[in-house]
């Protein structure tokens, strides 16, 4: 059970890299054992699924991109932010095929497109739409996996797809000059990766929370410090049926950091929520501020002020 102080339970799925090859590096059980904590790691499909495994208590902590605390937080469910990555920006591209019509956003308005709702697919589409004065519920937005969504591009059941490595390369191989870059991520989001757990797990197990944040950014500086390692590792966990070679492309291109969650990065947050709302992707306005943390020991010494308590 939640807060037992035996078990820590850690959602872990292919799009949170920091957390799937901390769970791989397979260090972080020894160091909760040196509290008497055990850890289990629950293994799902994709970030959005966070927030309901937390909400149902299934388990106490894990990551996703930008857009799923800020959905949780809207439905009510108890969870508080403990830190963030730096930012992302390459990570993601709008792409379509030459000839489909769309040269920009502006021509987006009642087409196809495929993307991870809920991701933060969702924030760099919503972000674009804003500039150009269109509605989110204005488009046909295909929902599905990343995966999902190239293969119904590939096939040409969408008109458009939001993807990211390692699938966004496979589609460059595959279509070459036919393949149209319409937009990247990092022109309008930080795209940052947002780790969060159950507030009763937070309040009931402190020093775990402390252990599990030192864990992650003592990973995320291994593999800044050698991708081919962490490559390797997720090459032969077969996580993408990406190679190692492929793995090791996208994990270069990535900064690989654990911060605190700043004001920068609440100023972010509520920037994005206050959008969602415009949009209709959330019901009711929030205060993302209500939701953080007091900064873990383990992030005190990045050199970066806290958003909210110390």
């Given amino acids: 059970m939640m807060g037992s102080g035996r078990t820590v339970r850690i959602g872990v799925h292919p799009y949170n890299l920091s957390l799937l090859v901390l769970k791989l590096r397979d260090t972080l059980p020894g160091q909760l054992a040196a509290i008497g904590r055990d850890v289990e790691w629950v293994e799902f499909e994709d970030g959005r699924c966070t927030i309901d495994l937390i909400g149902d208590d299934t388990i106490d902590l894990g990551g996703s991109g930008s857009v799923p605390p800020i959905l949780a937080q809207a439905e009510r469910l108890p969870v508080v932010y403990l830190a963030a990555s730096a930012p992302r920006p390459r990570h993601g591209v709008l792409v379509t095929r030459r000839g489909s019509g769309i040269t920009g956003v502006a021509d987006l308005a009642g087409r196809s497109v495929a993307l991870m709702d809920g991701s933060f697919h969702t924030d760099v589409l919503a972000r674009?739409?804003?500039e150009v004065g269109l509605s989110y519920r204005g488009l046909d937005v295909v929902d599905g996996l990343v995966d999902e969504g190239m293969d119904r591009f590939l096939a040409g059941e969408v008109d458009a797809w939001l993807g990211n490595d390692p699938y966004l390369e496979s589609v460059r191989s595959a279509l070459g000059a036919d393949l149209v870059d319409v937009l990247e991520s990092g022109a309008l989001t930080s795209n940052r990766s947002i780790w969060y757990a159950a507030t009763g797990f937070v309040?009931?197990?402190p020093a775990a929370v402390d252990i599990v944040?030192?864990?992650?950014?003592?990973?995320?500086r291994a593999i800044a410090a050698d991708?081919?390692?962490a490559a390797a590792l997720l090459a032969a966990a077969g996580i993408g049926d990406a190679d190692a070679t492929t793995w090791d492309t996208t994990l270069r291109n990535r900064s690989w950091q654990v911060l605190p969650v700043t004001a920068e990065i609440v100023?972010?947050?509520q920037d994005a929520?206050?959008?969602?709302?415009?949009h209709g992707i959330?019901?009711?306005a929030i205060t993302v501020a209500e939701a953080v943390a007091p900064t873990a020991a383990s992030l005190r010494a990045a050199g970066h002020a806290p958003a909210g308590t110390a």
């Fill in 128 to 130: 674009a739409l804003d």
């Fill in 203 to 205: 309040e009931s197990e």
């Fill in 213 to 220: 944040l030192s864990a992650l950014r003592e990973s995320d």
């Fill in 227 to 229: 991708p081919a390692a």
């Fill in 267 to 269: 100023a972010e947050q």
């Fill in 273 to 278: 929520a206050d959008r969602y709302l415009r």
């Fill in 282 to 284: 959330i019901d009711r």
